[in-house]
Nanobody, 116 residues
Framework: QVQLVESGGGLVQAGGSLRLSCAASGIIFRNNAMAWYRQAPGKQREFVARVTSGGSTNYADSVKGRFTISRDNAKNTMYLQMNSLKPEDTAVYYC??????????WGQGTQVTVSS
């Protein structure tokens, strides 16, 4: 059974930092690309960042230079370091494991709230 468990969300003031974690089980973590998405109230879920099995990364323009995605294959865990947070970063952040183009798994999400 695949499980993706996000943690690290919370309330932070604008300009602050948070580090999200996504712990994976039930998949061969090192073989899979992983990604972070987010969904703000009343908006569609949107891409935030992605890291391939080989460690290559890409980011949404809105977070480039402020967020850093990483992975630790020994711990089956992915991270999202978020710096210089803005109120518009407020959303539920979701972890995604990309097994194939047609098969992926999602975590339950963790709330990030940035106050102005």
């Amino acid at each position: 059974q695949v499980q993706l468990v996000e943690s690290g969300g919370g309330l932070v003031q604008a300009g602050g930092s948070l580090r999200l974690s996504c712990a994976a089980s039930g998949i061969i973590f090192r073989n899979n690309a992983m990604a972070w998405y987010r969904q703000a109230p009343g908006k569609q879920r949107e891409f935030v960042a992605r890291v391939t099995s080989g460690g290559s990364t890409n980011y949404a323009d809105s977070v480039k230079g402020r967020f850093t995605i990483s992975r630790d294959n020994a711990k089956n865990t992915m991270y999202l370091q978020m710096n210089s947070l803005k109120p518009e970063d407020t959303a539920v952040y979701y972890c995604k494991a990309i097994v194939t183009m047609l098969k992926s798994y999602w975590g339950q999400g963790t709330q990030v709230t940035v106050s102005s």
